[in-house]
């Protein structure tokens, strides 16, 4: 006689699992989230002394993964179906998931460097621009404008917000510029895996989506082209993702929690968004 126990807990794990959507972190996994958001951080604030004419994307790849190990941490983007480094660095056109390798830096370059660390199980996710030597006034705008894009979406992120009203007032910040909001590839729900729902996308309409909750965990990511939104993917590698136009491409990125009152960004560890904006900024709403 076939014991049928083990089967029905699987069956209910399952049933579980696909029924809990958006994961709410307890306070440990918050806590342990929150050290990898900030071990995130701190790569980028160490690779970029290494950001200069004549290095190599692999050079500063093999950096961020020595960092990494050196603080007891693994790249989840290596091997992540497939994807062969530690980090994606995204140059000049390519808007996301560029590969490192024997690209060499110049002058006037721009640079997206996106690194998501595992430290004891826990992701945390961010990415931000850098640029080589002197770079030309559009790209600075550009720059400019993707920075503005990143605060926007924060300002949006609050409890009882829908999650489509980050996508909509980028959207309509990155229009009145002139510039393209790419929708083909979204933020993410992230902290115990490196893609968990919801998918955080930044074209979206007017309160549409689940609403934030407290205890939610996502980051907010958005990429802006200097030209169309549309994109191409390298059919060599089927990872580099480039503006379809060739024309420049930006994009930052942090991980946030949803609070009680407003959002925490995990990945904020220079105190740039501080919890009594993101509050008076929620007041505000509620006010209008």
């Not at 059919?235 to 993702?241: L, R, S, V």
Request: proline share 3%; aromatic share 10%; glycine share 8%.
């Amino acid at each position: 006689m076939v014991d049928l126990t083990y089967f029905t807990k699987i069956k209910d794990y399952v049933q579980n699992k696909l029924k809990m959507g958006i994961i709410i972190k307890s306070e440990k996994q918050v806590a342990g989230i929150r050290e990898s958001c900030i071990l995130a951080a701190d790569i980028l604030d160490y690779i970029e002394e290494f950001v200069k004419p004549g290095v190599t994307t692999a050079f500063l790849n093999r950096k961020i993964e020595d960092y990494m190990e050196a603080h007891s941490a693994r790249p989840a983007t290596l091997n992540y179906n497939g994807y062969p480094a530690a980090s994606c660095i995204s140059l000049n056109e390519v808007v996301c998931h560029g590969i490192p390798g024997s690209q060499t830096l110049k002058d006037g370059d721009i640079l997206n460097i996106d690194v998501t660390p595992i430290l004891n199980g826990y992701f945390g996710d961010t990415s931000r621009m850098y640029t080589v030597g002197e770079i030309s006034e559009d790209a600075g705008n550009l720059i400019a404008a993707a920075k503005e894009c990143l605060d926007i979406g924060i300002r949006e992120c609050y409890p009882g917000n829908y999650f489509g009203n980050i996508g909509y007032k980028i959207k309509e910040y990155a229009a009145s510029r002139n510039y393209g909001v790419v929708y083909e590839f979204c933020g993410h729900g992230v902290g115990l895996k490196f893609h968990e729902d919801p998918e955080v996308p930044f074209v979206a309409e007017k309160d549409s989506g689940k609403k934030m909750k407290p205890g939610m965990i996502f980051t907010v990511e958005p990429m802006i082209n200097q030209g169309k939104a549309r994109t191409k993917v390298d059919k060599q590698d089927k990872w580099t993702a480039r503006t379809i136009d060739g024309k420049l491409s930006a994009q930052f990125e942090h991980t946030i929690l949803i609070t009680e009152n407003g959002n925490e960004v995990l990945t904020d560890i220079h105190e740039e968004y501080n919890q009594e904006k993101i509050e008076n900024a929620v007041h505000g709403a509620a006010q209008v």
